[in-house]
């Protein structure tokens, strides 16, 4: 390895969302999570939604509403005035 060009490779402690805390090693000091092995579904077995600000409530606040409008409206020319035979 060349001198001078690499990081510190050093202890990091790492802190979950949900108080778990590890320690490990990094380049970094310290590092902040959001969801852990501890906390995260795969691993647990239970239903969690991860929602990091407010996304869930923001897409459903967004498409609550919505309807098909695109589905109402009449395509072409032929649909809005009907051929006289």
């Known amino acids: ?16 969302g949900c108080g778990n805390t ?3 090693r990094s380049t970094v000091p310290e590092l ?15 239903l969690k ?13 967004k498409f609550a509403g919505a309807n098909y409008a695109s589905l109402g409206r009449k395509k072409g020319k032929a649909a809005a005035a009907p051929a006289d035979a």
């Open 32 to 46: 902040k999570l959001d969801i852990c092995n501890l906390c995260h579904p795969f691993f647990t077995g239970k």
């Open 22 to 24: 590890f320690t490990t």
């Open 49 to 61: 939604f991860v929602d990091t600000a407010g996304r869930i409530e923001k897409f459903k606040t």
């Open 1 to 16: 390895m060349k001198d001078g060009i690499h990081p510190n490779y050093i202890e990091t402690t790492v802190r979950c």
